[in-house]
């Protein structure tokens, strides 16, 4: 257990659709990024929260948008879903602000969309 | 704008032996270098990380190399095993900014 939680595991849900993935980071660790990995592609970097606020962004579609809570864990909010938006959703969490010590990633939520 | 480049794409290995797989970085301001092993289905693991005022780390049959000049790093797997089979992605972050640029990965197969 890497001790970033995410929920749900798996996920299926028909074109059109609404989600929401949920992270909540290691005990002490302030920064949670998103990560987009399709099938057999490379890791795609979403956003990152510090402590609440948008640190950065990346190939992020408007129709996805995230947020840090007080209690420091991260909701991704995926919606009117289409086909290409299948894949295994990896959040990560970090101590500071930046990422040089290491991400630690949580063990993905697989989102098939049908 | 920042690109990692990784090569080779898979790599196929007889157990015993050594495997390589190399990364470009473009960004020179480019600061710390982790390396991730992905196992099918599974969330990535860090294995191993360098910083830019280190050359070379080691830890067990894991090495590291980067040449700052040449914006190359690079992973060396000694004495491979079956369980060393899975994907493997270099990253970069610049200093500065909070994500990683990650390569497209090397699939590693060890056979037995």
């Known amino acids: 257990d890497s001790g970033v939680t995410q929920t749900p595991k798996h996920l299926i849900t028909a074109t059109g659709q609404r989600v929401t993935l949920r992270c909540s980071p290691r005990s002490g660790d302030l920064s949670v990024y998103w990560y987009q990995q399709s099938l057999d592609q490379g890791l795609q970097f979403l956003i990152q929260?510090?402590?609440?606020?948008?640190?950065a962004k990346g190939n992020i579609l408007e129709r996805f948008s995230a947020q840090q809570f007080p209690d420091l864990h991260s909701e991704l909010n995926l919606s009117s879903l289409e086909l290409g938006d299948s894949a295994l959703y990896f959040c990560?969490?970090?101590?500071?602000?930046?990422?040089?010590?290491?991400?630690?990633f949580g063990s993905g939520t697989r989102l098939t969309v049908v | 704008g920042e690109n990692v480049e990784q090569h080779p794409s898979t790599l196929s290995v007889q157990e015993g032996d050594s495997a390589v797989i190399k990364c470009t970085y473009s960004d020179s301001a480019s600061n710390y270098f982790p390396w991730y092993k992905q196992e099918l289905g599974k969330r990535p693991q860090l294995i191993i990380d360098?910083?830019?005022?280190?050359g070379e780390k080691k830890d067990q049959r894991i090495a590291v190399t980067l040449n700052k000049t040449a914006k190359h790093f690079s992973l060396h797997i000694t004495e491979t095993q079956p369980e060393d089979s899975a994907v493997y992605f270099c990253?970069?972050?610049?200093?500065?900014?909070?994500?990683?640029?990650f390569g497209t990965g090397t699939r590693l197969k060890v056979l037995a």
């Open positions: 990253a970069a972050l610049s200093s500065g900014t909070y994500k990683y640029i």
């Open positions: 360098i910083r830019s005022n280190v």
């Open positions: 929260y510090y402590n609440g606020e948008e640190r």
């Open positions: 990560a969490s970090s101590e500071g602000q930046g990422a040089s010590y290491g991400y630690t």
